[in-house]
């Protein structure tokens, strides 16, 4: 690896514009140490630096590149949209082909509407599922992260969790009154959670496979019990597949669990790298969101054409097929992980689903987030840097996920096990 003096300079001057430097906080490499790269362009499975360095990417941005970066014919889309304009803020045609082939991959999606990220979609469900059933308690699971809206704030995950936060300063405390939190695939404690409060629950919203604590799979008990105790009380289930969707399988992890939420959340893979979240479910309750019904969600730039045709052009190329092929090589280079670190005595964990995959330095079991902190952190970081050094871009922070992309090769996944192993050897010197 070259020297990274050019991100280096790249990050002083940001930092006199952005706080800490970055537009999004685990940008900044804070709790890893040293400095961001800076990302001049993708290709493929690969990421290059300012300085000249190139790296095979598993970070993916965040996971929305599940064909990896430039995918010839997404651009090649885009190029085609964008001279048609920008944006109209007018009805289109493409907003109603993503929807279409959004509903046909997941058939819970009855109705829908687009919206611009992550957190407007999971912000937007659950003021429809607090307006539906005139409720204002809602639950979330402590280590799952919704996004950045106040509701969702609380006991999070990914950033939030990296840096140590509990709930932000500038949540106002109704609010955080009113977000009961549960540990994660425990199903004692939801159980007494509705016992008291199920008549005052709005909805629970989880990621039914969490993807930003590491990656933890809910058991099936834990999400059935979710779906049973909504039921009997009148609330709404919210599965937030923002990360999941299209990610832990290709009908979503609804459909790998066989359980049917009443609502769901998209983002990432949906809008193939460009800006996009969607929120929707049944139909009974998105009729009530205006105009159609009295619950307000609006946006400029919701449904634009150029993020409605990275989402076409994206799902288009998605095939159950591609998903078996991105899976094996997601599991041989789990084994590979598990392997590597064997052969160097550090005990890990590897975590993987579908294109998602994640390893603690951790004794094990990992199944929620108390588990995840006993993990050595010290020894991840001085690992992740050792990884990079060799050439492999991964998520710098425990609390993350990695992904695979369509277009890592066999070979690619041969060279990443290659570099963990010199990784352990580097990092354990
Ligand atoms: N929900 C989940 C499960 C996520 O993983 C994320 C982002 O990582 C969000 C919501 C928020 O999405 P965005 O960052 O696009 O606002």
Redesign the pocket.
């Known amino acids: 690896m070259k020297p990274i003096e050019k991100s280096q300079q790249a990050f002083k001057e940001a930092s006199n514009y952005f706080p800490g430097g970055v537009n999004?906080p685990v940008r900044a490499f804070k709790n890893v140490g040293g400095d961001p790269l800076f990302i001049k362009k993708g290709a493929g499975s690969h990421i290059f630096d300012i300085d000249g360095n190139e790296y095979i990417d598993y970070v993916l941005s965040?996971?929305p590149l599940i064909l990896g970066h430039a995918d010839p014919k997404v651009v090649s889309d885009l190029q085609a949209a964008v001279s048609n304009g920008t944006s109209y803020g007018a009805p289109t045609l493409l907003e109603t082909e993503l929807a279409k082939k959004i509903q046909s991959i997941v058939p819970s999606m009855e109705m829908m509407r687009m919206v611009?990220?992550?957190?407007?979609?999971?912000m937007s469900a659950i003021r429809v599922a607090r307006g539906v059933t005139k409720r204002d308690k809602i639950v979330k699971f402590v280590g799952?992260?919704?996004?950045?809206s106040d509701s969702?704030l609380v006991d999070a995950?990914?950033g939030v969790a990296t840096f140590d936060i509990n709930t932000s300063p500038g949540v106002p405390k109704s609010l955080a009154y009113d977000t009961l939190t549960s540990p994660y695939n425990d199903v004692d404690t939801i159980k007494q959670i509705f016992e008291k409060h199920g008549d005052e629950i709005a909805c629970i919203i989880v990621?039914p496979v969490?993807?930003?604590m590491g990656v933890i799979p809910g058991t099936k008990e834990f999400l059935q019990t979710l779906r049973d105790l909504t039921k009997q009380s009148g609330s709404i289930l919210i599965f937030?597949?923002?990360?999941?969707g299209f990610r832990a399988a290709y009908h979503g992890a609804q459909n790998l669990y066989g359980i049917k939420p009443d609502m769901t959340?998209l983002?990432?893979v949906v809008g193939g790298g460009l800006?996009v979240?969607v929120f929707g479910g049944r139909r009974d309750i998105m009729e009530q969101v205006a105009p159609s019904g009295p619950i307000y969600h609006a946006g400029t730039l919701s449904g634009n054409p150029l993020a409605m045709t990275g989402g076409i052009s994206t799902l288009n190329q998605l095939s159950p097929e591609l998903y078996d092929q991105m899976t094996a090589k997601v599991d041989r280079l789990a084994k590979g992980i598990a392997d590597a670190a064997q052969a160097h005595n550090v005990p890990v964990v590897v975590h993987h689903v579908g294109t998602m995959w994640s390893y603690f330095f951790n004794q094990g079991p990992v199944n929620n987030f108390a588990d995840v902190q006993k993990s050595d952190m010290d020894f991840f970081a001085k690992f992740f840097r050792a990884l990079l050094e060799n050439g492999i871009y991964t998520a710098p922070s425990e609390y993350e996920?990695n992904f695979m992309s369509s277009k890592h090769t066999d070979a690619e996944i041969d060279q990443t096990i290659a570099a963990f192993n010199q990784a352990f050897d580097d990092a354990l010197k």
């Open positions: 999004s965040w996971g611009s990220s992550g957190t407007e979609a999971t799952n992260y919704h996004g950045h969702l995950g990914s990621e969490a993807g930003n937030d597949e923002v990360m999941s959340t983002g990432k800006p979240g996920t």
